[in-house]
């Protein structure tokens, strides 16, 4: 066989190896699992870092005020520092709309060492603790909670005995380019840590989604959260990897009611989304960097590339393998676009969106490089921890 072919056969393998031998990360059935009412209701402190989320607060803020718990709930809003009026507008809001007590602090800048946002978390906690909570729930301010969200949440993390219960958020798929990008970043992320594997437990896979995260006090402490982790950009992974280090069972799946509700209408909002964080995953190591590019090539841009590169060469071979492998990825990818609610015509452009991906990677660990690392809202962290281990 030729070379090419040789590459088309590889990827193909690739694919059929993915397909069932990756925790089934393709299936999007890891909902909540069945709960029963528990017989006395655990109080729960509500902690909201936010930053400059003036824009996002009227949805999101008034969403957690009407959640219909049947126990003691409180919201604790630390606004971080924020320039456009997010503390005083929290306060507002939780006046005009009424609903569960609200507490808003400012804590200041986070000293050496932290992360903004889990400074903020920090002191949510902190505060949150002197209630003496059963539960944490730590929630972003972009994100929209369905009135029986935080019930739900609770009755899953009870009946299962569960430390960590999170839920990615659907996220917004309104513009050309979030329908393109979006669904795939979920997919990407649930390959990387198939849920599956996060729910089982005696696994290593820890994984959790930091949108929407419920988490047991006592569990906190025990992982010493977020102390443990206050370098982390990749917070949420770094979470759930605490917690289960510690002993505490986790569980992940796709959210049903909890939306995000932060636009990316434009391709360079969702570009410095996936981009700000990329190589901190990579834990700053040019060859995993490289290592990563070459198999993103592999597994996504070498099955369209051999198949034409077959037809057009008149060879067999490789036209039949990457086809093959082409038809195995878009099989594996329609499920999260059902999920999204999209045309499943979008996944045969999966190998475009995986090149956008594979740069995006690049473009991190040159911002890296040139010393603008990870940066969000104003804030640049030149060389974070991305997960660690310990």
Known sequence: MSAVAWIAVGSLVVWVWLLLGQGFFWRTDQRLPSRAAPAQWPSVAVVVPARDEADMLPVSLPSLLAQDYPGTAEIFLVDDCSKDGTGGLARELSVRCAGLPVTVVSPGEPEPGWTGKLWAVRH??????SRDPEYLLLTDADIAHEPDSLRELVAAAESGGFDLVSQMARLRVESVWERLVVPAFVYFFSQLYPFRWVNRAGTRTAAAAGGCVLLRTEAAVRARVPESIRQAVIDDVSLARAVRRSGGRIWLGLAERV?????????????HMVSRSAYAQLRHNPLVLLGTVLGLALIYLAPPVTLVAGLLGGDPAAAWAGGAAWAVMAGTYMPMLGYYRQSLWLAPLLPFTALLYLVMTVDSAMQHYRGRGAAWKGRTYARPEAAPDQ
């Open 124 to 129: 949510g906690i902190a505060l949150a603790r």
């Open 259 to 271: 939306d995000s509700v932060r636009p990316y209408p434009r391709l360079a909002d969702l570009w």
